[in-house]
C-alpha cells in the first residue's frame, strides 16, 4: 500500500465568519496568534485585519491566508458574511510561508476558491474512509490555487519599517513560549535594538494601534481564552501572563473587558449549559 495514503492528517474545520468568532468580537477582533492555519473567505460585506501589526481592509471576494503562529486580528461589521477554514500545520500542506491577502476580482476565481472551501468542509463532515486524507487533498489544491492566483497581484515591497513590524509581532508570538510573556513594550524594543518611541510610532503609522496596545490585545485575548474556554483561575492565568499580582490582573480584566475574571467565567460556563440544552 502507499506509504502516504496511511497518514491519518489531524482534523481541521470549517465555519462561517460568525462561527468562528462564536458571536463574540473579541475572538477574531484582538490582535493575537493561533496554533492552526487559518483561511478568511470573505463573500460579502466589510472587514479590516491587521496581520502582523499592518492594517488593510477587506471587501466582497477577498481572502487571508493566515499561517500559525501568525499575529492578527480581524473585525468584521454584521453584514459581514464568508467562511473560514482552519487546517493544523502538516507536511502535506504547502501552506504560505508568510500572510497572504487577496482580492480575487475574477467569478471563475471565486467560484473555484468557494469550491475548495465546501470540498474541504464535506470531507471533514464525512464519515467515509480516507476523508480526513481527501480533506488534505482538497486542501493542497486550494493552496497551489493560491499559489498561483498570488502571481498576478502585486507584491508590496519590504522595507525597514516593515521588517521591524515583522520582528516584533514574531516576538510577541514567541513570549506565549518563552519566559518573556508579561514584557513590557520598552522591553520588545530593547530587544528588537529601537527605541520604544519609534516601534511605537511604527506600528501606529502601520495600524493605528501603539505597540503598547498591541500588547495589550495580546495579552487580553489570552486572558479571556483562559478564563472563558479554559476555566482557570485568575490567580494562576495572572502568573502564567506575567502580572505581578492576582489583583493586578482582576483590575486589567475589568478595565478592558467591563466584567470581573470570575464573572466572565460563569458567563462562559452558562452559555455553554444554555447551548447544551
Given at each position: 500500500?502507499?506509504?502516504?495514503?496511511?497518514?491519518?492528517?489531524?482534523?481541521?474545520?470549517?465555519?462561517?465568519?460568525?462561527?468562528?468568532?462564536?458571536s463574540t468580537a473579541w475572538r477574531l477582533g484582538l490582535f493575537h496568534a493561533r496554533a492552526q492555519h487559518l483561511l478568511i473567505w470573505v463573500t460579502r460585506g466589510a472587514a479590516r485585519c491587521n496581520v502582523e501589526a499592518q492594517s488593510s481592509a477587506m471587501s466582497s471576494h477577498n481572502a487571508l491566508f493566515v499561517p500559525a503562529g501568525t499575529m492578527f486580528s480581524f473585525n468584521f461589521?454584521?453584514?459581514?458574511?464568508?467562511?473560514?477554514?482552519?487546517?493544523?500545520?502538516?507536511?502535506?500542506?504547502?501552506?504560505?510561508?508568510?500572510?497572504?491577502?487577496?482580492?480575487?476580482?475574477?467569478?471563475?476565481?471565486?467560484?473555484?476558491?468557494?469550491?475548495?472551501?465546501?470540498?474541504?468542509?464535506?470531507?471533514?463532515?464525512?464519515?467515509?474512509?480516507?476523508?480526513?486524507?481527501?480533506?488534505?487533498?482538497?486542501?493542497?489544491?486550494?493552496?497551489?490555487?493560491?499559489?498561483?492566483?498570488?502571481?498576478?497581484?502585486?507584491?508590496?515591497?519590504?522595507?525597514?519599517?516593515?521588517?521591524?513590524?515583522?520582528?516584533?509581532?514574531?516576538?510577541?508570538?514567541?513570549?506565549?513560549?518563552?519566559?518573556?510573556?508579561?514584557?513590557?513594550m520598552a522591553d520588545f524594543a530593547a530587544k528588537l535594538g529601537v527605541t520604544p518611541t519609534h516601534l511605537t510610532r511604527v506600528c501606529k503609522t502601520a495600524c493605528g494601534f501603539t505597540a503598547a496596545e498591541l500588547l495589550t490585545q495580546h495579552s487580553l485575548q489570552r486572558a479571556r481564552r483562559m478564563l472563558e474556554d479554559d476555566g482557570l483561575k485568575a490567580v494562576d492565568i495572572a502568573k502564567q501572563l506575567g502580572f505581578s499580582t492576582p489583583a493586578y490582573f482582576t483590575r486589567f480584566i475589568k478595565t478592558h473587558a467591563s466584567a470581573t475574571p470570575s464573572e466572565l467565567r460563569n458567563q462562559a460556563k452558562a452559555a455553554r449549559l444554555a447551548a447544551a440544552r
Open positions: 500500500m502507499n506509504i502516504v495514503s496511511d497518514i491519518q492528517p489531524e482534523i481541521g474545520s470549517v465555519a462561517t465568519i460568525s462561527q468562528r468568532a462564536r461589521e454584521t453584514s459581514c458574511f464568508g467562511q473560514t477554514v482552519a487546517l493544523p500545520p502538516s507536511p502535506l500542506l504547502d501552506w504560505p510561508d508568510s500572510p497572504l491577502l487577496l482580492r480575487v476580482r475574477e467569478p471563475k476565481a471565486q467560484l473555484t476558491l468557494t469550491h475548495y472551501v465546501e470540498a474541504i468542509q464535506t470531507e471533514l463532515l464525512d464519515a467515509e474512509p480516507k476523508a480526513r486524507l481527501a480533506a488534505v487533498a482538497h486542501a493542497q489544491l486550494m493552496m497551489v490555487w493560491a499559489h498561483r492566483y498570488q502571481l498576478h497581484q502585486t507584491v508590496p515591497r519590504e522595507d525597514a519599517a516593515r521588517r521591524l513590524l515583522k520582528a516584533f509581532c514574531a516576538l510577541i508570538a514567541q513570549s506565549e513560549r518563552s519566559n518573556f510573556e508579561g514584557a513590557s
